[in-house]
């Protein structure tokens, strides 16, 4: 019975106004010596650029970098909120 609940109209909210929504990002780099200092500054102007376009950060930005053969992926996980108009 529970699967045919599935397809009724009377549903809940959908997940996503319930939880927090997450931006994902990733990029492809044609190299793979990315410094510590470069990260840092990635993921701070992906705060800023969450910002101008009118998301609020409402938690941790994990930005990791994962190398495979002569390429480094990038992939940014931004937990983020969209603000609230005035």
């Known amino acids: 019975m529970a699967f045919l609940n599935m397809f009724s109209?009377?549903?809940e909210e959908p997940t996503a106004t319930?939880?927090?929504d997450r931006l994902s990002l990733v990029l492809s780099y044609q190299r793979s010596d990315i410094d510590e200092k470069k990260i840092?500054?990635?993921q701070a102007?992906?705060?800023?650029?969450?910002?101008d376009f009118g998301y609020?950060?409402?938690g941790q930005v994990e930005v990791v970098?994962?190398?495979r053969e002569?390429?480094?992926?990038?992939n940014a996980t931004i937990p983020v909120r969209l603000k609230e108009q005035v």
Request: charged letters at 40%.
């Open 70 to 74: 002569r390429t480094t992926i990038i």
């Open 40 to 42: 840092k500054l990635f």
């Open 45 to 51: 102007r992906l705060i800023d650029l969450c910002d």
């Open 65 to 67: 970098p994962q190398a």
């Open 18 to 20: 319930k939880a927090d």
């Open 56 to 58: 609020d950060v409402v």
């Open 9 to 11: 109209k009377d549903k």
